[in-house]
């Protein structure tokens, strides 16, 4: 079964949630409209039984109430609905004064009456509903009765009935403007989707210069706008970097298999001595030895370059690897004349080999690059929460203008030159994957007539 649209899920959604607001806003509007009709009654009640009170006390007396009830009768005249019992105390003999709309005596008799207003409600036996306020009061000659004031809440239960009546009229109508006014409002608020949908549907490896619009949308869709921009951004530039990868790693491999095949041919096209044989193997094994390089260097890097790839960092005496790095380097020094100098200590949180691999590579460009007779030199240092190892050679400097993109794989600042001196165009790239797996970073520092200074930054232990 397909699955419902966003689009109908959030206008169903709306819809919903509106009708079950309007329902209960109905019947709250029902329950407030009834207790402020029942106040209203209870307090009309209770300030006509003041009166009544005040004109019994002053005027009226137990022989006066069938000819000099004249004032009471001005309370409940021109009100249909309204009637005035005064019973004797005991109840037992007919209503004392009786006013207004006749009611079941025997009902008013069974009420409870007290010293103090009280209201019951009941239900007379055609079925009206009765609000009755009753209290015990004293006659001017201080003769106790009972004082019950009715009042026919028909009128009150009718304009009830025709609210909830007219509500539930509207209701549906209602429903339906909810309905069509959520379904609108959905398909406004989901249109700069449709264009999302558009764009990403424009969006491939071929083309990926289409961005979204973020101006003009809600703070939660120029959010997502900006995020994906970002993401079409990152891709854009990791697909162009693939790219001259990929064309540098080809011209870097077709230089020595263009060499192995011009050798191999024109060592195949007439017979030679073994001498010359023997040379065209000797040169092959350079070529294939330098193939061989660029592809671990390459294999290395795919490895240290992986999101999930991890290393486990422990307490390293920077002073010690460099010294035992050094070693390895003494004789390619000592063919240039060159002087290797370690100076400073520190501990870092590395890897030791990773470490190694990182200090070689930057030994042998600064010895390669260095002149003859010169000094080459790796200093450690720590400050707060970094330590540092720098290698620094007194050789040509590098150009402002290349320093940025040293670091890219393959790149060459000068002409070929590494390549000529028998190197990958990988080393400086190996130092800055190794360096961000590490959580640090690699910076350089050269003026044009030298010296050249990479600098490695860890976190100190």
Known sequence: MK????????GLSVTLMGATLVLLLACLAVFALDHELDSRARKDLARKMLQVEHNLRVDLRSGDLATRAHPLLDLVMGHDNLSLNVLALNGRHPPLLSLGPALESQALRELQTGATLAFAQWQDSAGNQILTATRLMRLRDDTPVRVMMSLNRDDDNSLLQAYLHS???ALPLLLVLIGIGA???VQRSLKPLRHFRRVAGQVSAQDLT???PDSGLPSELAELAGAINVMLDRLDQGVRQLSQFSDDLAHELRTPLS???GKAQVTLARERDSENY???LEDSIEELTRLNRIINDMLFLAQVSQPQAQVVLKPLALAEEAERVGELFAFSAELKDIELKLQGWGTALADRLMFQRALSNLLSNAIRHSPEGQRVTVGIGRHAE????????QGPGIAQAHQPQLFERFYRAGCGRSRLEGGTGLGLAIVQSIMHLHGGRVEVSSRPEGPTRFTLLFRAE
């Open 386 to 393: 970094h330590a540092w190892v720098w290698v620094e050679n």
């Open 183 to 185: 379904w609108k409002l």
């Open 210 to 212: 289409h961005r979204l």
């Open 259 to 261: 060499n192995l095949m």
């Open 278 to 280: 023997r040379e065209v």
């Open 3 to 10: 699955p419902a649209s966003l689009s109908l899920r959030l």
């Open 167 to 169: 509500t539930l009229l």
